[in-house]
Every structure is written in structure tokens, then in C-alpha cells.
């Protein structure tokens, strides 16, 4: 089957650590979105890739980064500058990267602070 | 900020009711695509409605978009207890390049549909 695949589903961090997040996809799809959902609120843009390579800011990607060596994969870096890290992370994947395309979205990564 | 605005935040009906959201924005949009989020999980697309389009239908599921009201509704007829879910809508800007190509979220409606 294809999809997008999030792990883990838990994540604790300690402070000053940094932890990664990781996303999957076999769907062929050009793009990859992380998104940040905070409860009760909509979801806000961290990072995204049109291609592989290539990445762009979104609008609250101070405290995290990313790659984009593969296609399948583009992992996040929540790093100690991210002060207030505790959010249910959720990552997608479209065919193209122009926003005309429905969004696919993995089952989530719920990240607290010990 | 956000574009698009979710009305209600929360909907309780009984099971057979139809459902009705609605979503408000601000700007000119592309397109505009309504997700459906069960508690915990990630979001799953419902209907993309472009911006030349005043209707869809997906099954139980009719969107209806008015681009002069900026505004979009999505129906849910003959709801079902599994229809429990928030209700996303998400817009994408009318112009292209950079920043623009991303959608922007709401904050959803809760619908709570009782056996």
C-alpha cells in the first residue's frame, strides 16, 4: 500500500536536545510538507520541499531544520532553539509542489518535553 | 496568518442529520480543499474545489464555493457516527511562486454525530 509513514508515534524531549522525526513516502510524490498542530488550532506550516534538494521556509520554522537527500524522505530536526516543542507533528506529501494537488498525511508525530 | 476560517467550531447532531460547515477567507484563492481529521491521526483530503467551480459532489459530501462572497461550505447528508471528525478547509493563494504555492489551514469544525 502506498502512504506516508511517520515514526515515531511518541517522542519525550529532554532539554537541550535535539530529536528528529522522521517521514516516509512511496507514493512518487515531488513534494513534502511538516506541519505543526498545536491543540484545538489549525495546521501552520514548519517547512517544505518542491524537490528533492531543495527546501523552503514556512511560516514557523525558527528551531527546526530539514533534508531532502531522497525523494522518499524528509526528515525534521526540533532543536533546543525550539523553546516551546510540545505539538503534534504531521507531514504530507503531494504529486506537485504548487499547491493545486490534494495533500497526503501521515498518522502523525505527538512530541512532548520530559 | 490564517486564511481560511472554519463556522462552527464545534457541530453535535444525531446520526441521519445532514451537516453543514462553512469556511471563510480573505483573499483571492486558487483553490480550496476541505480534510477530514479523526481524533489522533493525520488529515485525509475530502474535495478540491478550484476557483472557477461552484460545485462538487463526492458521495455524501457537496462543497459549493462563492468566490464573491469568499466563502465555502461543505455538506455532509445522511451523516453517520464514523462522519465524528474536525473539519478542515485549506486555501491556496491565487498567485503562484514562492510562499503562495502553500495552503493555508484553518482552525476546524468538531462534528460530533450521536448514534
Known amino acids: 500500500d502506498g502512504g506516508i509513514t511517520q515514526s515515531p508515534k511518541y517522542l519525550f524531549r529532554k532539554e537541550g536536545q535535539n530529536v528528529t522525526l522522521s517521514c516516509e513516502q512511496n507514493?512518487?510524490?515531488?513534494?513534502m510538507y511538516w506541519y505543526r498542530q498545536d491543540p484545538g488550532q489549525g495546521l501552520r506550516l514548519i517547512y517544505y520541499?518542491?524537490?528533492?534538494?531543495?527546501?523552503q521556509k514556512g511560516d514557523i520554522a525558527e528551531g527546526y531544520s530539514v533534508s531532502r537527500e531522497k525523494k522518499e524522505s524528509f526528515p525534521l530536526t526540533v532543536t533546543s532553539a525550539q523553546k516551546n516543542p510540545t505539538a503534534f507533528y504531521l507531514c504530507a506529501s503531494s504529486i506537485g509542489g504548487q499547491g493545486n494537488q490534494p495533500q497526503h498525511f501521515g498518522d502523525g508525530t505527538r512530541l512532548s518535553i520530559l | 496568518s490564517q486564511q481560511g476560517e472554519e463556522d462552527p467550531q464545534a457541530l453535535s447532531i444525531q446520526e441521519g442529520e445532514n451537516a453543514t460547515m462553512n469556511c471563510s477567507y480573505k483573499t483571492s484563492i486558487n483553490n480550496l480543499q476541505w480534510y477530514r481529521q479523526n481524533s489522533g491521526r493525520g488529515l485525509v483530503h475530502l474535495i478540491l474545489i478550484r476557483s472557477n467551480e461552484r460545485e462538487k459532489h463526492s458521495g455524501r459530501l457537496r462543497v459549493t464555493l462563492d468566490t464573491s462572497k469568499k466563502s465555502s461550505s461543505l455538506l455532509i447528508t445522511a451523516s453517520r457516527a464514523a462522519d465524528t471528525a474536525s473539519y478542515f478547509c485549506a486555501t491556496r493563494g491565487f498567485t503562484g511562486g514562492g510562499s503562495n504555492y502553500k495552503l493555508t489551514f484553518g482552525k476546524g469544525t468538531l462534528l460530533t454525530v450521536n448514534p
Open positions: 507514493l512518487n510524490h515531488d513534494a
Open positions: 520541499s518542491q524537490i528533492v534538494n531543495d527546501f
